[in-house]
């Protein structure tokens, strides 16, 4: 089973910028992968979405234009680059493949917008 261990999470001003990080302890290169956000009393949700080698991705509507998702399979990372951060990205990020198919959920990091 492979383990995920998300970082990069903080405060963040509205308007401003975080780069969200994922590393995985096996291999991904066979994997899409998957940012998720879980709001305070809402279910986890996708935020992103990559495939295998990265030619494909499909953001939710609420981030299209102001999230990007990237990998590298070489080093078995995911990212997740936040700019225009809204109040409204306040949540846990995880990352993870589709559901159904997923691992063992990490730890997520905290992504807090405020002023």
């Known amino acids: 089973q492979v383990q995920l261990v998300e970082s990069g999470g903080g405060l963040v001003q509205p308007g401003g910028s975080l780069r969200l990080s994922c590393v995985a302890s096996?291999?991904?290169?066979?994997?899409?992968m998957v940012w998720y956000q879980q709001a305070p009393g809402k279910e986890r949700e996708l935020v992103a979405l990559?495939?295998?080698?990265?030619?494909?991705?499909h953001y939710a509507d609420s981030v299209k234009g102001r999230f990007t998702i990237s990998r590298d399979n070489a080093k078995r990372m995911v990212y997740l680059q936040m700019t225009n951060l809204k109040p409204e990205d306040t949540a846990v990020y995880y990352c993870?493949?589709?559901?159904?198919?997923?691992?063992?959920w990490g730890q997520g990091t905290q992504v807090t917008v405020s002023s």
């Open positions: 990559i495939s295998y080698r990265g030619g494909t991705t």
């Open positions: 096996g291999s991904i290169s066979s994997s899409v």
């Open positions: 993870n493949r589709p559901k159904g198919f997923e691992w063992n």
